[in-house]
């Protein structure tokens, strides 16, 4: 979940420098932020396709609300994910489980 090698640095230096940065974040799952308290506001914005840069400036520039809501729950580290702790291989056998919920057996090949 976390981010690329010094981003994560690059983002607190620049809350550091400017608490009013924006942060938006392009990925297709939940990533680590542990500079979010510092952040006066992050955007989520998943993958854009091609009018990416033309939607967001019109969220960042107040052309449209950008009032949405997640629908799903967004952890706060790798350690908050469900599957944490009963994910894992053993001799390319993979096991994942989710308490009652969720049990599933994948053989990797």
């Given at each position: 979940m976390d981010l690329p090698r010094g981003d994560e640095k690059l983002i607190t230096e620049v809350?550091?420098?400017?608490?009013?940065?924006?942060?938006?974040?392009?990925?297709g799952s939940a990533v680590t932020m542990p500079w979010i308290s510092s952040a006066?506001?992050?955007?989520?914005?998943?993958?854009?396709?091609?009018?990416?840069?033309?939607g967001i400036s019109d969220v960042l520039f107040?052309?449209?609300?950008?009032?949405?809501?997640?629908?799903?729950s967004w952890?706060?580290?790798?350690?908050?994910?469900?599957?944490f702790g009963n994910f894992g291989s053993v001799r390319g056998?993979?096991?994942?489980?989710?308490?009652i919920f969720v049990v599933t057996d994948m053989v990797i090949c």
């Open positions: 809350l550091a420098a400017n608490p009013n940065t924006v942060i938006v974040n392009q990925s006066k506001s992050v955007l989520q914005a998943w993958f854009g396709g091609n009018e990416f840069g033309n107040g052309s449209v609300n950008s009032s949405g809501r997640l629908l799903l952890p706060k580290r790798v350690q908050d994910n469900p599957s056998r993979v096991l994942y489980g989710e308490d």
